[in-house]
């Protein structure tokens, strides 16, 4: 963030009154200040955009907002709908990655490392979905979606790194793992036991995610180069 920047100051305004609405008052009130991250988020992308305007981004950033409002009312009450609208946000993500990355092509040592990687993230949401399984039962079949488009696009950021560690690919990995981390935590804070700290992180690590994303959005694809010649 650059601090002489009018727009870069609204979103870390944003995101502080955020967290402090977290902390300090009821979840509900999140619905009047969250929008306002994503709203500087995307001055700053049509302010600083080198590439011609993403559509895609940006109905990645509404579909988001939408789904985040209705976490906010109750991810019990509208199970289905956040499935659907958070499948089509991370189907959304993967095709930012894959037009970036459009002419590489994974070796057998990239799919390897992947895999073993891949191994423990998926045994500990294995044992998230077994805590929160009997929640699941009116809605199994569009959860089940949900955690494999949300899985494919943790997995795949990991890949696109693993093959080429250039700047824009690590960005949208931090970003993925403040995802997949987050996405633990609303899972067992909706639908196993509420904790306003859990609330508190859920906000930080969207706030991370969305800071990430952007930097990999305004990443000028001429720049990249690879992190292992760096140092």
Not at 11 to 37: D, N
Not at 115 to 128: A, K, Q, R
Request: proline share 2%; net charge neutral.
């Amino acid at each position: 963030m650059n601090l002489e920047k009018p727009t870069h100051i609204a979103f870390l305004v944003a995101g502080a009154i955020a967290l402090l609405v977290a902390m300090f008052m009821e979840k509900f009130a999140l619905i009047y200040a969250q929008p306002f991250t994503v709203l500087t988020i995307l001055i700053i992308y049509f302010a600083e955009k080198k590439e011609p305007t993403s559509a895609i981004y940006i109905l990645a950033q509404i579909i988001g907002l939408v789904g985040g409002i209705l976490l906010i009312l109750g991810l019990r009450n509208y199970l289905k709908a956040v499935s659907v609208l958070f499948s089509l946000f991370y189907v959304l993500y993967l095709r930012l990655m894959y037009v970036r990355n459009l002419q590489k092509k994974g070796s057998a040592k990239t799919y390897i490392y992947v895999g073993l990687i891949s191994l423990p993230i998926l045994y500990i949401y294995y044992n998230v979905i077994q805590t929160i399984s009997s929640e699941l039962t009116e809605a199994a079949i569009y959860f089940g979606f949900l955690m494999f488009f949300m899985l494919s696009y943790v997995i795949t950021a990991l890949y696109y790194y693993i093959e080429d560690k250039n700047q824009s690919n690590l960005w949208m990995l931090i970003a993925a793992m403040n995802l997949g981390f987050m996405n633990i935590i609303i899972g067992l804070n909706e639908l196993y036991m509420y904790e306003t700290i859990f609330t508190v992180i859920v906000v930080f690590c969207s706030l991370c995610i969305q800071f990430f994303v952007l930097k990999f959005m305004l990443h000028d694809k001429k720049d990249d180069t690879d992190l292992l010649h760096m140092f």
